[in-house]
């Protein structure tokens, strides 16, 4: 069965530096996505992306968040400077449809520690 | 603002013991309500999908039922393997072109043998 991988599993970095999360979403899904989920909470939506540019946002994606699609197949988050708060599971999730119930399928995750 | 509430936060049956968990929300237009299970250091697991009231699905030990303001997660003769977290998430309209989902906290579910 078709599934979205993530990479690295875990990263660890240090306070104000940069990171890139990877994805490779299902290979017909159009619609993308990313969420965290900080340890004991519930998952958050980050941002959706479709057709190469940010269909939609959270308050939580301010200016240190951008996303990517730079080729047909990788989809990529990258934290600027990163921040202790920023520690969390980011998952990434795909779908084929935007809208009309089309169900996410999710990652294995990407385990972000800041120290 | 939209939300969604999940009850119990956690809970502990015996193997065989058949149970219901509760996702309530408030949402202004729904487009589908999700169920998802999620093992421990792993992302959501897609389940079910729901649309409108009145609607069933099943899949082996699991139901789950949609009414207007609820959702119903059935388990019946559940197995140590059904322990996870289930997660209900709503998909609402949004201004893009992509519906994200809205999660609840989730159910801890744990089966003992």
């Known amino acids: 069965e078709p599934e979205v991988t993530q990479t690295p599993s875990h990263q660890v970095t240090q306070m104000g530096q940069e990171v890139i999360l990877r994805c490779v979403p299902i290979?017909?899904?159009?619609?993308f996505y990313w969420y965290r989920q900080i340890l004991g909470q519930k998952v958050e939506f980050l941002v959706s992306?479709?057709?190469?540019?940010?269909?939609?946002k959270s308050e939580i994606f301010d200016d240190q968040f951008s996303v990517e699609r730079p080729d047909g197949s990788n989809f990529t988050l990258k934290i600027r400077s990163t921040k202790l708060e920023d520690s969390a599971m980011y998952f990434c999730?795909?779908?084929?449809?935007?809208?009309?119930?089309?169900?996410?399928?999710f990652g294995n995750g990407t385990r972000l520690t800041v120290t | 603002e939209d939300q969604v509430t999940q009850s119990p936060e956690a809970l502990r049956l015996q193997e065989g013991e058949s149970s219901s968990l509760n996702c309530s929300y408030t949402v202004s237009g729904l487009r589908g309500l999700f169920w998802y299970r999620q093992d421990p250091g792993k992302g959501p697991e897609f389940l079910f999908t729901?649309?409108?009231a009145g609607e069933e699905k099943e899949k082996e030990r699991l139901k789950a039922t949609l009414t207007k303001k609820e959702s119903f997660l059935h388990i019946t003769a559940p197995k140590p393997e059904d322990s996870a977290t289930y997660l209900c998430?709503?998909?609402?309209?949004?201004?893009?072109?992509?519906?994200?989902?809205?999660f609840g906290k989730g159910t801890h579910l744990i089966i003992q043998p």
């Open positions: 999730a795909s779908s084929e449809r935007g809208r009309g119930g089309s169900p996410l399928h």
């Open positions: 992306f479709y057709n190469n540019e940010i269909s939609e």
């Open positions: 729901l649309y409108s």
């Open positions: 998430a709503v998909q609402v309209p949004s201004g893009g072109g992509a519906d994200g989902l809205t």
């Open positions: 290979s017909n899904h159009l619609y």
